[in-house]
């Protein structure tokens, strides 16, 4: 298996992924591996639909968040199975996940028969 291949296109997509977050949100300062949207002052705007459009970019944004967040933990554990040297093997069977899966998704976990 291409393991060090594999290796460099999930660092790839973790450094992506964390200046996708660092673009709408931050790490959180009081919960390590944790990501939180930028706070937005609410209120300061005269108007009462500049105030709601201000809500609803910074909900939108915490949507957003929490999807990248997700694929980022999920990329940041196969990484984990590299060094533990089990990437590549299907979590339910245990048999080899088929290269073309890995290269269609770098953190799969399970093997096509598993999907």
Known sequence: ?????????LETEKIRLELEMGGIGRRNPHVPDDWEPVPTEIGTEADLVDQAEVVMSHEGNAAILMDLETRYDIVLSALSRIEKKIYGKCEICGDKIEEKRLEADPA???????L
């Open 108 to 114: 799969a976990t399970t093997c096509v028969k598993h």
């Open 1 to 9: 298996m291409k393991t060090e291949y594999f290796r460099k296109k």
